[in-house]
């Protein structure tokens, strides 16, 4: 199911998106393929978020521009209401 948002898009709603990857491999068997490129666009919002490996990702706009994007440093994971993690 490429569509997300099918519901959206089915009733003119500009809230859907297209997603496609690219696997070198076997993707038919468990750890045989690696994603070495994946996009996903937001046509009815002029946004693509594309990304490959070794070149990091970024925000294509409808103008064409591109906008680098970046992942903020993993933080360790926090409890809400004082519950504690068990191990």
Known sequence: DPID???NYL???PF???SVAVCIGDT???GAWLPVAGAVSAPLL???????HGQGAHLV???????PLAVPPRQPPRC???LRRSR
């Open 11 to 13: 009733y003119g709603h």
């Open 5 to 7: 948002g099918t519901v």
């Open 16 to 18: 859907f998106a297209v």
């Open 80 to 82: 809400r209401h004082g």
């Open 46 to 52: 002029g946004e693509t978020y594309a990304a490959a």
């Open 61 to 67: 706009t409808a103008d064409g521009r591109r906008e």
């Open 28 to 30: 038919t068997r468990e």
